[in-house]
């Protein structure tokens, strides 16, 4: 059974840092792309960045570039997010997700399976 | 940036059909994709490729694609069907990923 557990939500102030991880299970980890997405209170789902199976290619949406890194480690089945100069427009939901894809790590463009999601609070 | 654009709400009687739309200018390139989300829960995949339904989704889910415009319909709506839901595609070069901005479904 595919599972996807995030950790490392909390509380924090404006500018500060937060490293969120996502634990894999019963899947090839090392075999697929895999993505954050959040979701604001009451709000709709953003994209925020992927990275290929072999960490070949990373992209982040335009509000989050050069304030989060995303990253895995493949040996350890598990993907992270940096995020620092955090701003209140960046309270959320932080949903790891895997990308769909075949057998020799091409990406298919959508998630297939979703954690749970940890909540990510910017605030003073 | 690229947006897709859903309606907010959508309301129906149990039985009847519901067609929820999703408008994009690269939506004639990139696939569309459709999510549905109960609250507290995380999203769930009902669509893929415009119209193909993922293993264990019921038959009352459909999708479709014409131009601009790509559609979910549900046909025979039932309660459980009371969800928000999103659609995603990617831009035109297919680099970045992008969500709908939602659509409630309510079940009259």
């Known amino acids: 059974e595919v599972q996807l557990v995030e950790s490392g939500g909390g509380l924090v102030k404006p500018g500060g840092s937060l490293r969120l991880s996502c634990a894999a299970s019963?899947?090839?980890?090392?075999?697929?792309?895999m993505n954050w997405v959040r979701q604001a209170p009451g709000k709709g789902l953003e994209w925020v960045s992927s990275i290929s199976s072999s960490s070949s290619y990373i992209y982040y949406a335009d509000s989050v570039k050069g304030r989060f890194t995303i990253s895995r480690d493949n040996a350890k089945n598990s993907l992270y997010l940096q995020m620092n100069s955090l701003r209140a427009e960046d309270t959320a939901v932080y949903y790891c997700?895997?990308?769909?894809?075949?057998?020799?790590?091409?990406?298919?463009?959508?998630?297939?399976?979703w954690g749970q999601g940890t909540l990510v609070t910017v605030s003073s | 940036s690229y947006e897709l654009t859903q309606p907010p709400s959508v309301s129906v009687s149990p039985g009847q059909t519901a067609r929820i739309t999703c408008s994009g200018d690269a939506l004639p390139k990139q696939y569309a994709y459709w999510y549905q989300q109960k609250p507290g829960q995380a999203p769930v995949l009902v669509i893929y490729k415009d119209s193909e339904r993922p293993s264990g989704i019921p038959e009352r889910f459909s999708g479709s694609s014409s131009g601009t415009t790509v559609t979910l319909t549900i046909s025979g709506v039932q309660a459980e069907d009371e969800a928000d839901y999103y659609c995603q595609s990617a831009d035109s070069s297919g680099t970045y990923k992008v969500f709908g901005t939602g659509t409630k479904v309510t079940v009259l």
């Open positions: 997700a895997r990308e769909a894809g075949d057998s020799s790590g091409s990406p298919w463009g959508y998630f297939d399976y």
């Open positions: 019963g899947f090839t980890f090392s075999s697929y792309s």
